[in-house]
């Protein structure tokens, strides 16, 4: 009395319930012995399950449920934002721990970009944020990458021309040495002695 993987799942279901009995445990039990992929999901189940219930329950603090009622049974008409004051309004999203971690991982991942690239970070002043001096610094990044490029796009030409007259240069060998080899062998004259 054998099942298929499908139906082992569904007696797993109930022998996670603990509710698995008579004919149903046996045809679990077979295909689990028969089965090693069912085996696995069987025991890794069972061992997850018997880990929760092992796990102590957790007790609320008792004033949680006070401060809850208290945080939610506001006066009508005024939010909890309002009670707290408008700028915790405004602040309230950026306080969230999702967008928190979300800037955090941002300033760590242009910190590291800036490391590799040699980029120094340096105390940030006042002068840095004036718009002028932002600009300035935007251009003369831009000149400078802007050179790189053009550097780097001549040297490449440079390069290229050099491996293209190398390559024309060998190319020129190996048919001058091909010639020589399809020449017949220069014969010597005879001395004449008069025959």
Known sequence: MNCTCAEFEILLCDAVDQKLRGDGRVMFEAHRASCPACNELAADVLGATAFMERVAGVEPPKELLTRILFETAGKPGKSAAAAKGWWRGLLGPILQPKLAMGLTMTVLSISMIAQVFGIELRQMRAADLQPARIVAGVEDGMYRGWSRVVKYYENIR??????????????????????????PPKQQNASPSGR
């Open 158 to 183: 440079v390069v290229y021309e050099i491996q293209s007259r190398l390559k024309e240069w060998a190319d020129q060998e190996e048919l001058d040495r091909q010639a020589k080899q399809a020449q």
